[in-house]
């Protein structure tokens, strides 16, 4: 699913997770250290 989604595609999906979940402060945490992974990872694929 990551390998194929575009940046602007990923965000909406990880809002709605995140709106269903109870400790917000604790996803926001990992879901940033994540997409900031998979950015990398996809810029370093696409160069």
């Known amino acids: 699913m990551l390998g194929r989604t575009q940046p602007g595609e990923i965000v909406p999906i990880m809002q709605r997770h995140i709106a269903r979940l109870p400790r917000p402060d604790d996803v926001h945490g990992r879901?940033?250290?994540?997409?900031?992974?998979?950015?990398?990872h996809e810029q370093e694929r696409c160069r």
């Open 31 to 40: 879901i940033g250290k994540v997409s900031r992974e998979v950015f990398a």
